[in-house]
């Protein structure tokens, strides 16, 4: 093997070494990032400043839907109600003597 080759190689190696350590750098930097941000994500969704913000949206949204809505489900007027029987427990039945 000549002295050239062996330089080759070494150099070969080397800049190798470079480029591995170049993408695990940025490997490290996007997990993180990706935790990092699931985290935040996460805290932003459970506050109290995010959950006002949506029941707001929510609430603005159905409250302008409920009078078209309760328009057109109930009746004008009802039927007579329905009858039932009436119920008498046991301790009943024993004071009246049945």
Do not use: H, R, W
């Amino acid at each position: 093997m000549l002295i050239t080759d062996i330089a080759l190689i070494t150099a070969n190696f080397i800049m190798f070494q470079k480029i591995a350590n170049v993408l695990s750098i940025v490997s490290f930097v996007m997990v993180t990032s990706v935790i990092g941000g699931g985290y935040f994500g996460y805290k932003y969704v459970t506050s109290e400043q995010f959950q006002n913000k949506m029941m707001n949206k929510v609430l603005g949204e159905v409250s302008g839907m409920m009078p078209k809505v309760l328009d057109n489900a109930l009746p004008d007027m009802t039927g007579e109600s329905i009858l039932t029987k009436p119920t008498i427990s046991p301790t009943t039945l024993q004071k009246v003597g049945i």
